[in-house]
């Protein structure tokens, strides 16, 4: 049986008392999401708007600039007074309002996933003009967040882009989002309660970015998906760092991140399943449309004319848009990386395949080597030519349309009987461009497995993430020095339907799926 946030929240006083003796507990671990829940504020759930002069709602205010007027449209557990705080992601208080009143309420008219949910302000804040750029919660609560942009000038040298449009789509209003949850739907308001469980994702990427300083000395700007339509938001910025899994992409964002590396900026996908689908959003921005199924539209398909703006799977010919030249793989060939349990668990591992690779300085690890990462149920790969003489993957840098590309580490995954092949690695598109660093596993930068304090977390993809954040800053070339080209000795592609190349060593080679027909069923994000 799930437990409702409103049964949290009626067993808050049973459930404060177990919680206080458990942190007292030497055996204390709970994680960040369970943290949340288990001191959740009476708020049930809500959503930032941003408001006019006579608190008029003018739109979503999931990105906000200082300056801004933001109102917080609640529900509450019941009527009461709560004392408001904007906390940053380590849980500490950066500003406290006055005290105000929260009510029930529920969403409102006959479609509130795709007209918004209608709660009423409960209160509204003048964002400071002074106020850093970053990610904040209400009282601590990951679904009730605002993104605040920079300032304009003198822009950061980090770009920090949140995957909001993804958490809007696997977001559910009265069981309706973009998937089956249970009833699909093509369009999905920011105006409504987003998934809390999705958020609270991203917050191990955030408390290491604001505790343990990663981008050292460098200043550090956040904007979220809608920024990226602006031609000129990645304008003066020498790293943009892509928070995972950041799979839906407007055509207009991906032109200004493919400008962004073309006159030598750098990147960092943090994730995997990136720049998946196309999407749209509505004239006044608090709509976004994928429509999923393909009909016509006379059938409830897309009814947009321009088939460059359907809303399709990225690497749909019709598009004429693949993601290849841009970030070096994705889901077509990366598959599902849940292909074994480990005491109960799928675990993820990256096999490494460039042990003198200057991003894995302080590893110690050789190639064939195994260093464990993150659970990633899905992974972006690039597509290969075949197999070298010791088993490691060879990729095929003409399909990808890279002058330059290094394969860093891999998976071998599985989509049913399908053999797939997910990939760390590093590319530059064309002489003079930029670098994108892809680390692959959608799952390989976010939650507790990856940061959840202190020495704790992934330490091999935390040194990977420094390695790449110092060498971009510093104008690095992040290529291993004098690395051989490898040649082909077992040809294959991926997906592989057949038996593995014979003779084909087995140091480096995949392994048999332990139940390939289980690893889409078990996956918790179908595609």
């Given at each position: 049986m799930k437990l409702t946030r409103r049964s949290w929240i009626l067993a808050g006083a049973a459930i404060a008392v177990i919680a206080a003796a458990w942190a007292l507990s030497p055996l204390h671990k709970v994680n960040h999401l369970s943290a949340r829940l288990l001191g959740r504020s009476p708020v049930a759930d809500g959503y930032v708007v941003k408001v006019g002069p006579a608190g008029e709602v003018l739109g979503a205010g999931t990105s906000v600039a200082p300056g801004e007027r933001i109102g917080f449209a609640l529900n509450a557990a019941s009527s009461q007074e709560i004392i408001p705080t904007i906390t940053g992601a380590s849980g500490k208080v950066i500003a406290t309002l006055p005290a105000a009143p929260v009510a029930p309420h529920a969403p409102q008219g006959d479609a509130p996933w795709l007209e918004g949910a209608g709660y009423p302000v409960a209160f509204s804040w003048t964002v400071p003009q002074s106020f850093p750029s970053g990610v904040y919660y209400l009282n601590g609560l990951p679904d009730i967040f605002l993104v605040v942009k920079p300032l304009p000038a003198p822009p950061p040298e980090v770009?920090?882009?949140?995957?909001?449009?993804?958490?809007?789509?696997?977001?559910?209003?009265?069981?309706?989002?973009?998937?089956?949850?249970?009833?699909?739907?093509?369009?999905v308001n920011f105006l409504r309660p987003q998934s809390i469980e999705k958020a609270a994702e991203w917050t191990g990427f955030l408390r290491w970015a604001t505790e343990r300083h990663p981008f050292g000395a460098a200043?550090?700007?956040?904007?979220?998906?809608?920024?990226?339509?602006?031609?000129?938001?990645?304008?003066?910025?020498?790293?943009?760092?892509?928070?995972?899994?950041?799979?839906y992409w407007t055509r207009a964002a991906r032109q200004t991140f493919d400008a962004f590396i073309a006159r030598g900026g750098n990147a960092i996908m943090a994730g995997g399943n990136d720049m998946w689908w196309q999407t749209r959003y509505s004239d006044d921005g608090k709509t976004m449309y994928v429509y999923r199924v393909a009909k016509t539209p006379d059938q409830g398909g897309d009814p947009i004319a321009d088939p460059l703006l359907k809303t399709a799977y990225?690497?749909?010919?019709?598009?004429?848009?693949?993601t290849l030249p841009s970030i070096g793989g994705d889901f077509t060939y990366g598959g599902y990386g849940q292909r074994g349990k480990e005491n109960g668990q799928f675990r993820s591992t990256m096999t490494i395949a460039s042990d003198r690779s200057p991003l894995l300085a302080g590893l110690g690890v050789k190639d064939c080597e195994e260093i464990e990462t993150p659970r990633s149920g899905e992974y972006d790969g690039a597509p290969i030519a075949g197999l070298d003489d010791a088993g490691r993957p060879v990729p095929n840098t003409a399909m990808i349309g890279a002058s330059r590309f290094e394969l860093i580490g891999f998976e071998w995954n599985h989509n049913g009987p399908r053999l797939m092949l997910g990939t760390m690695h590093v590319m530059q598109h064309a002489t003079g461009s930029g670098y994108v660093l892809h680390m692959g596993g959608r799952g390989c930068c976010m939650g507790d497995e990856f940061y959840s304090g202190p020495g704790q977390g992934s330490a091999a993809i935390q040194t990977i993430l420094r390695n790449a954040a110092a060498l971009f800053l510093a104008g690095g070339d992040p290529f291993t020095h004098d690395a051989a080209q490898r040649a082909v000795a077992y040809p294959m592609t991926t997906p592989w339907l057949k038996a593995l190349p014979e003779g084909a060593p087995s140091?480096?080679?995949p392994n048999e799926p332990d139940d390939p027909d289980s690893v889409r069923a078990e996956s918790s994000d179908a595609n």
């Open positions: 770009m920090v882009l949140m995957p909001t449009n993804t958490l809007n789509a696997y977001s559910t209003t009265l069981g309706r989002s973009l998937y089956k949850q249970p009833t699909m739907v093509t369009a200043s550090v700007g956040y904007i979220a998906d809608a920024d990226m339509d602006r031609k000129g938001a990645l304008d003066g910025v020498k790293l943009l760092v892509v928070v995972g899994h950041s799979e990225w690497h749909n010919k019709q598009l004429g848009y693949p140091q480096c080679a």
